[in-house]
């Protein structure tokens, strides 16, 4: 057992606990090994390499940000076009069904502009018809046609065709059967009577001068 060293001994050397320091080849402690300074060649070096290291990443991460930015967009896109064609193939359904029931109306609106022509819309038939007429209108149909406007034929049938003197240009002279139309679909086009300007009235006026 060795002695603790008495009152006037040195000691050899500090005390290290730590066994890390101690090389176990030569028994000599280690000196711990210094780092550079934040100025020196290695410390620059290795704070230039975290920070180009740290500038790719921010920029590796902005670029997939942009990326996803620009896949959210484009799906947002389709989405938005997805909904305006399923709201546009909704209303044309709609709509389509409609032309559909009004279409099979048309005889029976028919049926009671005759017998109002006529002044045989009367009694309880005149209530029917009238409240028909009230429900179709609220529904958007719309009947036209009328005596005396241009003649149209997108929205006119022409059945009967003659000259008069007493028209400028082609227009309706009688509507033989109205048409009817939901907004800018036409149900059913006005069937009419037509007359042109007569091309004979102008040379028999300037005969009659000329006399």
Request: proline share 4%; no cysteine.
């Given at each position: 057992m060795t002695n603790p060293p008495t009152e006037g001994e040195e000691r050899e050397g500090p005390v290290i606990r730590d066994k890390r320091r101690i090389d176990p080849q030569t028994g000599q402690v280690r000196e711990p090994a210094e780092r550079p300074a934040p100025g020196s060649p290695g410390g620059g070096s290795a704070a230039a390499s975290a920070g180009t290291t740290t500038s790719e990443e921010t920029e590796a991460l902005k670029t997939q940000l942009d990326e996803r930015t620009l896949d959210l967009k484009r799906l947002k896109a389709e989405y938005d076009n997805y909904r305006k064609r399923v709201e546009r193939d909704r209303v044309a359904v709609r709509e389509q069904a409609l032309a559909n029931v009004l279409n099979e109306l048309l005889?029976?609106?028919?049926?009671?502009?005759?017998?109002?022509?006529?002044?045989?819309?009367?009694?309880?038939?005149?209530?029917?018809?009238?409240?028909?007429?009230?429900?179709?209108?609220?529904?958007?149909?719309?009947?036209?046609?009328?005596?005396?406007?241009?003649?149209?034929?997108?929205?006119?049938?022409?059945?009967?065709?003659?000259?008069?003197?007493?028209?400028?240009?082609?227009?309706?002279?009688?509507v033989l059967q109205p048409g009817y139309r939901i907004g800018e679909r036409v149900l059913r086009p006005a069937r009419v009577a037509v007359a042109e300007p007569d091309p004979d009235a102008g040379d028999a006026e300037s005969g009659g001068e000329g006399e």
């Open positions: 005889p029976v609106l028919d049926d009671i502009g005759r017998a109002r022509d006529h002044d045989e819309l009367t009694g309880g038939f005149k209530s029917v018809g009238e409240a028909l007429e009230a429900v179709t209108g609220k529904l958007g149909l719309e009947r036209f046609g009328e005596k005396g406007e241009p003649f149209d034929p997108v929205v006119h049938e022409a059945l009967m065709h003659a000259y008069s003197a007493d028209v400028t240009e082609t227009s309706v002279v009688d």
